[in-house]
């Protein structure tokens, strides 16, 4: 996340379409300037190779990104077969080469049920996982290799979309953690070859989809009402949550950090909760079986855009 001083106090999040050969960050400088914002991030970084949906946070919705890298993603990925690169994508050198044994469609689709539910995987070597303060892909550019532990993760919806020859193109909706790469090796293996990611594309992460999602090129040919028009509200990615709607009094107490205490509450619905005044967010705030509300989270969008 970065800040600037002279910008504009601009908040919401603008679902991107990220273009193929840029780095996430990259990609977000390049929208963060065209709406001369003072804070934005990311959620959750797309390789140079990837493609697709991209949520970018301003402003005060910066303090949701972190809950949405938790969110499950689902991805298109083109898979060929018999090549493994150091990368496991098209960017590497190639490290490895097998012969592709003919594959019937029941062999494909058995073994990428397989691959289905909850399992451990081994990150790759060129990821941003730190060893002793240093990321992985820091060594591995240096030629070092680290043994990495498997970590959980839940593949929730595996498909064959198309087959091409050697290339497997692939629906694949997944849990955050999940390398795509990995999981491509992995495929080639259980399939008796090798393989590697040749093309990548997000398709939607957590209740975003990529048809809602911007070009660069369409954000550039926007005037300014039109463009800030794009952003969603701060509370978007929040509405799983249920929601409580204060008067007065106790949205003013819970401005200042103070716990309420709610006359009438759902008892069915305790935990987080979305607080509202009037129609203003104000934030995520705990609530307890013996009705008190105590904010966790509050937000302050006051300083408009100027």
Known sequence: ????????????????????GVSSNKALQEVRYLFNANKAGHTGALDPLATGLLPLCFGEATKVSGLMLDDDKRYHVTMRLGVKTDTGDAEGAVIQTMPVPALSLDQINGCLQGFMGETGQVPPMYSALKHNGKKLYELAR?????????????????????????HL????????GT??????????????????????????AGQFSLQEAFTLE????????????????????LQQLPAVHLPDG?????????????????????????????ADFLGLGEMSMDGKLAPKKLFNMNNEQR
């Not at 996340?1 to 193929?20: A, F, P, Y």
């Not at 193109?169 to 955050?176: R, Y």
């Not at 390398?179 to 070859?193: N, P, Q, V």
């Not at 369409?218 to 990615?237: F, G, I, R």
């Open 218 to 237: 369409q954000l550039l040919a926007m005037d300014a009402p039109t463009l800030h028009n794009c952003l969603l509200p701060v509370d978007s990615p």
């Open 250 to 278: 106790p949205a003013a107490s819970i401005k200042y950090g103070q716990t309420i205490l709610l006359e009438a509450w759902d008892k069915n619905t305790l935990g987080s909760h979305r607080i509202y005044h009037h």
């Open 169 to 176: 193109e692939l629906d694949v909706q997944c849990s955050k």
């Open 179 to 204: 390398y795509i790469r990995s999981l491509a090796e992995d495929l080639g293996h259980a399939l008796g070859t090798c393989a590697t990611v040749t093309a990548l594309r997000r398709v939607q």
């Open 1 to 20: 996340m970065s800040k600037r001083k002279s910008g504009l106090n601009i908040h919401g999040i603008l679902l991107l379409d990220k273009r193929l």
């Open 142 to 166: 240096a030629g070092e290799t680290i043994e990495r532990p498997p970590r959980r993760i839940v593949i929730s919806q595996l498909h064959l979309l198309a087959v091409d020859g050697d």
